[in-house]
Every structure is written in structure tokens, then in C-alpha cells.
């Protein structure tokens, strides 16, 4: 069967967008082949720089032909009293190029109508393709976009050619003024001529005698493999970083890597200096020894062959040591200036417009850290360096470093507080705060680097949040899906940070303390819990959860439902015990308790947490369930199965309060299991809608209570029984 092959010719895309453009042409060129009856037997993706490439084999040459039915006018309309065809059966024929005779009487629910099948034939694959494949191509989404010349259209960069071809055959197809052609080109220097391609199977053939290595995986190999043996020819090794890699594969068509040098005078600036520099602004990659200490040597990629490669490396190594003069410059004018002052001039910077300065957010962050610590339970010298590291955390910010290489802030930090004498508990914690930066990034690894993490997010969320600033579909220009990811990331792992209710008022607080701002709490608490909740989501969904027990989880907790590490832990409970076979009759027994109670208009167990409280305390949930045991009256139970179910309630009280405060929700779970045939035997046996109101509002109570005792585990209605 014949191959496909497109190639689409750009100036030269940003790195960054390429892979994910790659995976897009990938999955919409084989869904799309799918529904025009093209499927391919195999498809594949290459691309560099200047162009995307499919190659798709085993596409039909032609599609097959096409059965379908046709619904027409009802029996009774198309055929008289004789059985004879009227016109509308004759028009409805004719319409459909079928012969009256081949017309078919069906039953549907509305009654008995005609039916026609009708034979699509298929068309040649090459005639069909074209606006497939450019509506695969337009559908193609980056970063950013872009138009030149007098076009309208935008794309991620100017398009130069565009080739389609199905073996020998010329697809025809046009993307903003560009026609499809036979005409490809290679390298950009080092094969600028066209050429000419009379089949699909020539482009790759063809493409690396011009200096094209097409496929990103080879790319990275060769690169891997030439900086390993450069690096131990230098006596070091290369600290990969896979990033770094995957962009440098995406700004090369034809790599060779070489090896270059710098005055081991550099050396003695700190390592993240040097490192950044090297790869933020020249993509370059570090060589190390074995003890990991940095040697005066660096790797690069040149998107070329190896001719005049010395005067390449000669200009790489000017540019290096550039840049690394003004680090040197830069380091030693900071160093003149103690982290201290630095911090009094945060006020220099503005955080937000009516949120106030940077040294304001440094306030806040004061005081979040100690309530944060205490809540944690952090003895009084952990406090103590908790509350420094949040008066040092952002005070690189006006360093000339920070201003120079950005990314440096919070590492730079660290290294200044080492050198000014700070606590390596603080240096690590100014530096941990800004972690995670991004989906999958590493978590602090020390205690209080984790708590101002938790504070640093907090600040920025419950302030602009605050201010009615959400994300909106795609746009997030501050970032707060970001921050509340992090948050969420950061909470999930520690069973000891206070409830989420608890640090956005203890937020909100310290902004009326410090700004003199106060915002509407109960419009705050809920969209930063809506917000929080999203990422929750997406957490469980990453683990595995499904979509129901998230939902169970999210809704349930009683009033222990803002504590993240215990929302995370109790879905993980669900999608374990999900599996066991006496789940669906807990999970009926519970809903038959919640969904009465919804029914009467009952509310659920509610007990708002407050700055400071105890949040998740044994003390502080058996006390809300005792209360709900106190609205009923053991008087007013008549039936056996009312006063069996009451019973059981109140002595699973404590239990039920000691598991779910101990995050012990396997436990919890068989404890409520205990429950469920006193609950099936109560609804069997007695009539909770009864005429005496009285007696009504009683078995309501009990209800109530029964359900408290389910939600401290989840919302069991959530789930769905297949």
C-alpha cells in the first residue's frame, strides 16, 4: 500500500515548541485518516528547526466504499392504500439514486418508515488527503504565533514549502499562500539548494546526504555520545539535564558537539552562577569531576559539520567568559552589601499594584512562617529560623545577579546567606521556597523550606484571589494555577500542615494586619477551595483515581475536608477498597442515608475552623459528631432498629474520631462497614417520613448523625455503580 509522506517548511521555530507540535501532527493526522477511511498502518513523526515531517505507510490507495441507511417519509406516506408507491417514495428514490423497488420498511419507535441503504464509492486517496492534512497542519497550536508579509493568517513561524506526497502522486493542498510542491531543501548552510523528490520515500532517504538528521532521537544520541567522550577526555563527566538536551536536539538540524574552555579562575564564583550562565544564556552543558566539582570546561552543540569548528570554539569561549566577567562583576558588588540591607530595599519593588511592595510581601511572609510553624509544631528554634528565612527569602531580588540571571533567584540567595554566616537551615530554606517551580519538579527537602514554600504560595494566592483575580480558560497571566498546584503538592505530603481553611484566613488576617486589605472571606474561601480543588483533582487523576471517588473524596471529609494530605489519603483509601467486593453495599447503605436526608432539606455537619484552631485534634471532630448525637433524643426511639442504629452510631463516635484524625482511612472504612446492615435494617423496618413530626425530625436526627459518621471518610452518593 502506498506511503504518505508531508513535510512543512518553516523559518526556524522556537525549540521549546517543536516535540509538542510533533505529538499534535502525530495523534491529529491518525485521527483524522481514521474518519475518511485512510488508516494507515503506521505513522510516524520527525522533525527539526526548519520542519515537521509525517510519514504515514500502508494509506489506501483509494477509500473503500461506504454503506449507510437513510431514513425517508413514514409507510403510510410513501405507499397507498394498494401498497403502491406514491411520488414521496418515488422522490425520496430518485434522491437517493436508489431504484423504488430497493426502498426497505423499518419499525422505529415513531412508528414504520422507509429506508433506503445508500453506496458511497470511495474517492482516490490523493484527492482526498489534501484538505485533510492542511486541516492538520492549521490545527497545530504553539506558544506563540505570528504573521508576516501581508497575510491575516498566523502560524508559529513564516512557512516556506510545504511537500505532499502518496507515493509518486502530487497531493494538492494550500496553507496560508503556500503550495504544496515536490521540492524540499536541505541544511540552510550547508545544503541550501532544493531538490526535487519523485516519490514519498525519497525525502528521508535523501535528507541526511543534505545535512538533515531528521529524526530528533538520533540527534540526541549523537549528541550524548559526542559530549561523553569529549567530557572524559577532560577528565570529567556531563551532568545531564534532559531539558537542556531536548532543546539543544530542537536548535540543531546536523549536530556536532565540541568541547570548550575557561580561565579556572571562574571557579572560585559560586557553582549556580557559572552553571546558569552556561545554560540559560548560551545553552552550553557543564563538565564535572567525580566529586562533582565543576572543571574549566563546557560543552556545546554546533548546528554544523566540523569545518572551522576551531574558530567556532574560539568565539563560544569569548562569549563565555563575557559572561562570566559580569557574573564575577556582579557577585562581588552583591557581596558588598549583606543580605540584611538587601532586604530593607524590597520596598524598591512592587508585588502587586494595591497588594504593595516586595518588603510588604516580606511582612507577610514574617508572619505567615510563625503561625505556620507553631501550627506545625516546630520547637522554638525552628521558629525562630522559619521566621528569619522569611525575612531573607526574597532579598536577592535586588542583587545584581538576580537582575542579571533571574533564574538565580533563591539559589543566589542560599549562597549569600552561607557567606554572610546565616544558619544552612535558612540558606536552604531561602532557596527551597520557590519549589516546586513546575509540574513534577522536586519538593523541598527540608522542613522549613517546605513551611515558606506553603507561605509563599498562600500569600500570592489568598492576595489575588482576594483582589477577584482567577484564572479564565487558557489565561493565567500571574501564574495562580501554578501557585496552587505547588500548594496543593506541598500539603499533599505533610500529614501536620494546618487545614487549607485555616491558612486562608490566617492569610487573610495578616493581609488586614500589614496592607489594611480586607476581602470577603466567604467568596475567598470559596474560590481558593474551587481552585485548590482542580488541582486536587488533577493530583488524583495523576495517581491513578477515578473520576467518581474523586468526586466522593472532594466532597466529603466532613469537616475535615480542607485538610489536603487527609483529601489525598482518603481517595487513595476509595480506589484501594473499591476493588473489595463489599464496597456497592456500603456504598448503597451510605447513599440511602444521604439521599433521604437530601431530600428532607437536612444540612450537613458543618463546623467552621478559625485562625489558630486545632484543626484536625480527636477532640475537636468527636465533639462536632457528639454534638449531632445530641440532637437526637433516645427517648423518642420507638423500634428496635432505630434504638440498634442510634447505638451503633454513639460508640463508633470516638473510633471513627481517633481514624480519621490519624489518617487511618482503611481503618475508618472496615469501622464504618460496621454500620451498614443496622442501617439496611433500619430503613427495612421503620418508616423515617412518619406523620408525627415529632418522631419525624428524631429518625432525621439519627440519620444525620449517621451520615456525619460516613462523610468523615467521603460522600458516598458520588459513587457510581455500574
Request: overall charge negative.
Amino acid at each position: 500500500m502506498p506511503t504518505l509522506v508531508l513535510e512543512i517548511g518553516t523559518e526556524d521555530m522556537p525549540a521549546g515548541a517543536i516535540a509538542q507540535a510533533l505529538e499534535q501532527l502525530r495523534e491529529g493526522a491518525t485521527a483524522r485518516l481514521d474518519e475518511v477511511r485512510l488508516s494507515a498502518s503506521k505513522v510516524e513523526v520527525y522533525g527539526t528547526p526548519r520542519r515537521l515531517i509525517l510519514r504515514a505507510e500502508g494509506v489506501p490507495s483509494r477509500q473503500p466504499d461506504q454503506e449507510r441507511e437513510v431514513r425517508g417519509p413514514a409507510r403510510s406516506v410513501a405507499f397507498d392504500a394498494d401498497g403502491k408507491p406514491t411520488g414521496a417514495a418515488i422522490g425520496f428514490a430518485r434522491k437517493q439514486g436508489v431504484p423504488v423497488e430497493a426502498l426497505e420498511i423499518i419499525g422505529t419507535p415513531q412508528g414504520e418508515y422507509v429506508q433506503a441503504r445508500v453506496t458511497d464509492p470511495g474517492r482516490p486517496a490523493h484527492t482526498v488527503l489534501g484538505e485533510v492534512l492542511a486541516e492538520t497542519v492549521r490545527s497545530l497550536t504553539f506558544p506563540k504565533l505570528m504573521r508576516w508579509g501581508e497575510n491575516t493568517a498566523r502560524y508559529v513561524r513564516p512557512l516556506r514549502w510545504i511537500v505532499a506526497l502518496l507515493d509518486s502522486a502530487l497531493i494538492p493542498m494550500e496553507i496560508i499562500g503556500v503550495r504544496s510542491d515536490r521540492v524540499s531543501r536541505g541544511h540552510r548552510t550547508l545544503a541550501p539548494d532544493s531538490f526535487t523528490l519523485d516519490h514519498a520515500d525519497d525525502l528521508l532517504a535523501q535528507l541526511p546526504a543534505r545535512f538533515v538528521m531528521y529524526d530528533p532521537a538520533e540527534r540526541q544520541r549523537r549528541i550524548r555520545e559526542q559530549a561523553d567522550a569529549l567530557a572524559r577526555e577532560a577528565g570529567g563527566t556531563v551532568p545531564w539535564d534532559e531539558g537542556l538536551l531536548e532543546e539543544n536536539v530542537y536548535l540543531v538540524e546536523w549536530p556536532t558537539v565540541f568541547l570548550g574552555r575557561f580561565d579556572p579562575v571562574f571557579l572560585q564564583l559560586p557553582r549556580p552562577a557559572l552553571v546558569t550562565a552556561m545554560k540559560k544564556h548560551q545553552r552550553y552543558f557543564p563538565v564535572q569531576d567525580a566529586q562533582g566539582r565543576l572543571l574549566p570546561f563546557f560543552i556545546a552543540v554546533r548546528n554544523g559539520n566540523t569545518e572551522h569548528l576551531e574558530i567556532v570554539r574560539e568565539g563560544n569561549e569569548r562569549v563565555l567568559t563575557a559572561r562570566f566577567s559580569d557574573a564575577r562583576f556582579f557577585y562581588q558588588q552583591d557581596r558588598e552589601v549583606p543580605l540584611e540591607q538587601m532586604a530593607e530595599k524590597l520596598g524598591r519593588l512592587i508585588f502587586q499594584e494595591k497588594l504593595g511592595t516586595m518588603a510588604e510581601k516580606r511582612e507577610r511572609l514574617e508572619r505567615l512562617a510563625q503561625t505556620i510553624a507553631a501550627a506545625r509544631g516546630l520547637a522554638e528554634e525552628e521558629r525562630l529560623l522559619a521566621v528569619r528565612a522569611a525575612r531573607l527569602c526574597k532579598a536577592d531580588l535586588v542583587s545584581q545577579m538576580v537582575v542579571e540571571l533571574p533564574a538565580l533567584q533563591g539559589v543566589i540567595g542560599r549562597e549569600y546567606a552561607l557567606a554572610a554566616g546565616e544558619d544552612p537551615r535558612v540558606a536552604d530554606a531561602i532557596a527551597e521556597h520557590y519549589l516546586p517551580r513546575f509540574a513534577g519538579d522536586a519538593l523541598p527537602d527540608s522542613l522549613i523550606g517546605s513551611l515558606l514554600a506553603v507561605a509563599d504560595r498562600l500569600d500570592t494566592l489568598v492576595g489575588y484571589v482576594g483582589l477577584g483575580v482567577l484564572p479564565s480558560g487558557s489565561s493565567d497571566p500571574y501564574g495562580l494555577r501554578r501557585a496552587a498546584q505547588g500548594l496543593v503538592q506541598l500539603l499533599a505530603r505533610d500529614t501536620e500542615m494546618p487545614a487549607l481553611t485555616e491558612l486562608i484566613l490566617e492569610s487573610a488576617d495578616v493581609y488586614a494586619q500589614v496592607n489594611r486589605e480586607t476581602f470577603d472571606l466567604p467568596k475567598l474561601h470559596d474560590d481558593l477551595r474551587g481552585l485548590s480543588d482542580q488541582r486536587i483533582e488533577a493530583l488524583l487523576q495523576e495517581r491513578g483515581v477515578r473520576y467518581d471517588l474523586i468526586d466522593a473524596t472532594l466532597a466529603g471529609g466532613g469537616i475535615y475536608s480542607s485538610l489536603v494530605s487527609g483529601t489525598v489519603r482518603r481517595a487513595e483509601t476509595l480506589r484501594a477498597v473499591a476493588q473489595e467486593s463489599d464496597f456497592v453495599p456500603n456504598v448503597q447503605a451510605a447513599a440511602r442515608t444521604s439521599n433521604i436526608l437530601r431530600a428532607a432539606g437536612v444540612p450537613l455537619l458543618t463546623a467552621p475552623l478559625s485562625p489558630g484552631g486545632a484543626a484536625r485534634t480527636q477532640t475537636r471532630l468527636q465533639e462536632a459528631l457528639t454534638e449531632a448525637a445530641s440532637q437526637v433524643s433516645p427517648e423518642r426511639l420507638q423500634e428496635p432498629r432505630e434504638v440498634a442504629l442510634y447505638e451503633a452510631a454513639v460508640r463508633l463516635i470516638p473510633e471513627a474520631a481517633r481514624l480519621a484524625t490519624a489518617y487511618e482511612y482503611a481503618a475508618l472504612y472496615r469501622a464504618l462497614d460496621s454500620l451498614r446492615e443496622t442501617v439496611n435494617a433500619f430503613f427495612d423496618h421503620v418508616m423515617v417520613m412518619a406523620k408525627e413530626e415529632e418522631l419525624r425530625a428524631n429518625r432525621l436526627a439519627l440519620l444525620h448523625l449517621v451520615d456525619s459518621l460516613y462523610r468523615t471518610l467521603a460522600d458516598f452518593t458520588k459513587v457510581v455503580i455500574a
